[in-house]
């Protein structure tokens, strides 16, 4: 009969959680703010290039 070594199987832990059970903390991560005002995507480009800002740089 064959032996099979178990001490080499992945040990698995509890699944993680979020919530009031969350074992790590969350108060690292800030919300990003935005500096200056949003550009249209009808606006004039701020580059000035006189293209609609989605013609221009706002290609994705």
């Known amino acids: 009969m064959i032996e099979?070594?178990?001490?080499?199987?992945?040990q698995e832990g509890p699944e993680h959680?979020?919530?009031p059970n969350c074992n790590?903390?969350?108060n690292d991560i800030k919300p990003i703010v935005?500096?200056?005002?949003k550009i249209g995507r009808n606006e004039p480009c701020s580059c000035g290039s006189e293209k609609k800002f989605k013609k221009c740089c706002g290609k994705s």
Do not use: E, F
Not at 34 to 37: C, N
């Open 4 to 10: 099979i070594d178990k001490t080499d199987k992945k």
């Open 17 to 19: 959680v979020h919530g």
């Open 24 to 26: 790590h903390s969350h």
């Open 34 to 37: 935005r500096q200056t005002p």
